[in-house]
């Protein structure tokens, strides 16, 4: 009996270690989180067809190099990574078009190590975001070669328009695959860069692979001439979103920045999760360059899947000094990783409008608060998730101090809103709000 015994126990001890090698091996070679950072041009002309930026430890010890292969039908590169908006490790280019027609740039993103040389990674993840529109006659696509599988979030009915086609543009010989993958986006816009916005988004999975051949362009409607909004922002996420919308919790939110009679700032932002959050450091940058953290936040706790508010006021007096001033919040999950928010500009001793609503969680009233340079006819206009506006309210307002309620709003279902407000027809803030 002694001897099956230990027999058993030795078999047990087989099957527990080969079970924590596998975990391991799972744990091991899950696809790891590229972050897109401080691009550098090292060789052609900048914004032209074959230049070639550098983006550097996109993960420990490897390089990513980003070539315009291709402008096509007379597209132009604005920005080859605009942080100001969406989310800080993505790559985040912005594409301009000639205002009618069919316009795009394709890219070859190639990963070497600081060494050299190219380096293959097991498996890649990652997303295009808010593939949408101008809500008038613009509709962004993207494009991409090279893919093992993509997929669309199914928790909303998707507004992609998908298709396959041959890869006809193989210049250089080097493309992974013999046909590209495209997604039309609609006509409608969602409001800045979220991967809330699931019905304007699709995932890609790479599987051993050191290059990558994506294309980002937009497209006129037929009969239709674009107003001002050629120039699209693009993001592709490098990293795996899971379906619960916590994967980019620390990326997730609402940042509003506004300056108080030029002589302090007040800093809000709504988490929309304070699950596995842990603190937020408030960081200031004169130049846009070097930020320094000026205070911490811990976050609210038993918060579970509710949403949290908070707010930060800036009142050193060196801000006079500054005509521009730049803030970000860097936010801590409770496992230690980190990410940052979209960089927001705030002017000083300036006659720019400022703009504020409260409370943000709201229930059954919003106060809009905003200064104005003239007299004239406000617009608020409320859209809930599904781009749907669900109110639209005009007020006539003065040259200063302004102030608007929106009352009986009880009934709107909870969740997630936008707000727009317009002064004399043109747009001059939106904000995310959350309804409880």
Known sequence: MEKNFTLKNRILILVTVLIGLF???????????????????????????????????????VDAFVTIELMVNGATLVNIDDSTLGYYDAWQPTVGGPG??????????????????????????????????????????VGINGQASYAVPTQVPSLLTITEVSDTDNIYGDDPSSTNLFALGPVINRT?????????????????????????GSLIEPNGIAAGATNRYHCIY???????????RATSFSFDAMAINNRKVNLSWLTESGKSNDRFEIQRSYDKREFKTIGIIMSQENMDEAAGSYSYEDQDPALSNYKEIFYRIKQFDVYGGFSYSAIKKVSINSNKISFQVMPNP????????????????????????????????????????????????????????????FVNGKIIATRKLIKQ
Do not use: C
């Open 192 to 216: 800045n860069i979220d991967t809330f916005s699931q019905d304007v988004r699709l995932d890609y999975h790479f599987i051993n692979t050191s290059k990558i051949k994506f294309y980002t």
């Open 100 to 141: 009618f027609g069919s316009s795009y740039i394709k890219w070859a993103v190639e990963f070497k190590s600081n060494t050299g040389i190219a380096y293959t990674f097991p498996d890649i993840d990652a997303s295009s975001i808010d593939v949408d529109g101008d809500n008038a006659s613009v509709r962004e696509f």
């Open 238 to 248: 490098f990293m795996k979103i899971i379906a619960d919308f916590s994967v980019l």
């Open 362 to 421: 709201y229930i059954d009233k919003l106060s809009v608060g905003f200064s104005s340079e003239t007299n004239g006819i406000a617009e608020v206009r409320l859209f809930n998730s599904g781009g749907n506006m669900v109110k639209k309210i005009q007020f006539s307002i003065v040259s200063g101090n302004n102030n608007l309620n929106l009352q009986d709003l009880k009934s709107q279902a909870p969740g997630l809103y936008v707000i727009e407000v």
């Open 23 to 61: 975990l391991v091996s799972v744990r091991t070679q899950a696809a790891p989180k590229i972050k897109f950072r401080n691009p550098e041009l090292i060789s052609g002309i900048d914004k032209q067809a074959g230049a070639t930026y550098k983006f550097p430890n996109v993960v420990a010890g």
